[in-house]
């Protein structure tokens, strides 16, 4: 073969390579679907770990874990690319700056390094779905390399965590990539798939034909470096109009709580307004649950308002304050969380449902969409990949 046309075919490899990896790199943003699953209520993404999708299993959404990604150590372990993170390298120090090395007398090695939480830190690859234009697109041959953790005792069903930490998997994803510090959410109300998003977001719903932040309300994110939760100052709640009392506090968001917790006398001030506007049938209480009624087919349900920091109020309709518990019956969505619990309010994940809510890390801000079913459109949307 002539040299002229090796040169040609080389370039045109090197070129066609060039733009794989330029078009992975500047990629707008992860887009990673969420499910549902209906017997626990709980809310997972499944992620393949390794460079051959070596362990492809389902990761439990904590929205406030510091782990990034935990898994079992002897699961972990198993993948062909595990690469243990040495006590004293450079990426053990800034993961735990805190954690002290050991020799290993025995092995005259130094110790694996730990996290904040006493896990194992390790490097492995990880399959995420990214996005250019709102659709899951995924490449066999492109992985992200990333920090994670282990323990001997977790569950074989890991969790992946997104608190506001430097570690979790947003905040690597974010300095890997240059990606703006945003992350949002939209939890399914049904086994069809919902999204994770960690970048910069343009949330499109199909039917609904506008970007989604353009109905956003929003309150500020109140800080708490330590911990990176999620905290939200909930000023007063109204029902129907009217402000039920309430204990200020911090008010938390998350996604392992499948209903919102409420400190005993805001819950029990919270039934007691709730029934007494609800055009319903009374029914008998269903456990965990304090107020039951009979369907109506979402007749009569009162509003609840969640009044925010600068006046924004999350409004909860129907589907989002009343579970179904039987065909004829639906109870009020709300538990009991005691008479000293740390936050007053956590809202769960059932609240969230069908909500899309996002969290701005760089302005501070959390904004949330309200009821997306009021739009004709879900959380659940198909987004299927080209590829």
């Not at 390794?50 to 002897?74: H, I, M, R, T, W």
């Not at 234009?133 to 069903?157: H, I, M, Q, W």
């Not at 911990?227 to 109009?241: A, C, H």
């Not at 805001?266 to 007691?272: D, N």
């Amino acid at each position: 073969m002539a040299p002229r046309v090796i040169f040609v075919l080389l370039s045109l490899v090197f070129l066609y390579l060039a733009n794989t990896s330029h078009s992975f790199e500047k990629f707008q943003s992860i887009l990673h679907p969420i499910y549902r699953d209906m017997a626990t209520n709980t809310y997972s993404i499944p992620l393949s770990i390794g460079p051959s999708e070596d362990f492809s299993k389902e990761f439990v959404l904590d929205l406030n874990g510091v782990g990034p990604l935990l898994q079992n150590c002897a699961t972990a372990t198993k993948s062909s690319s595990f690469h243990t993170i040495r006590c004293g390298s450079t990426r053990c120090t800034y993961a735990n700056p805190n954690f002290s090395c050991a020799n290993n007398t025995t092995t005259k090695t130094k110790t694996p390094c730990r996290s904040s939480d006493n896990a194992r830190l390790f490097r492995d690859t990880v399959m995420l779905f990214y996005t250019n234009n709102g659709v899951y697109t995924r490449d066999s041959e492109k992985s992200f390399s990333l920090t994670l953790t282990c323990t001997d005792s977790a569950p074989l069903k890991g969790t992946i965590g997104l608190a506001n930490t430097h570690l979790s998997i947003p905040s690597q994803l974010v300095s890997m990539y240059k990606l703006p510090p945003k992350m949002a959410l939209c939890l399914p109300s049904i086994k069809d798939s919902g999204d994770l998003w960690i970048g910069k977001g343009e949330y499109y719903y199909l039917p609904y034909l506008k970007d989604i932040s353009t109905i956003f309300a929003s309150t500020p994110l109140i800080g708490n470096e330590k911990s990176g939760e999620y905290l939200i100052d909930v000023k007063s709640i109204q029902i129907g109009g009217k402000t039920v009392p309430i204990l200020h506090g911090a008010t938390k968001i998350s996604t392992l709580a499948p209903y919102t917790v409420l400190e005993t006398s805001i819950y029990k001030a919270l039934l007691t307004a709730f029934s007494g506007n609800a055009k319903m049938a009374k029914a008998p209480a269903v456990k965990p649950f304090g107020a039951c009624f009979r369907s109506n087919g979402g007749r009569g349900v009162p509003l609840i308002d969640l009044v925010l920091r600068g006046g924004a109020k999350w409004r909860i309709y129907g589907s989002n304050s009343l579970v179904k518990v039987n065909k004829n019956v639906v109870c009020l969505g709300f538990v009991d969380g005691g008479v000293n619990p740390k936050n007053p309010i956590v809202i769960g994940g059932f609240q969230m449902e069908d909500n899309l809510v996002e969290f701005d890390l760089k302005a501070s801000k959390f904004s949330f969409s309200s009821s997306l079913l009021l739009h004709n459109t879900s959380c659940a949307v198909q987004r299927l990949s080209p590829n």
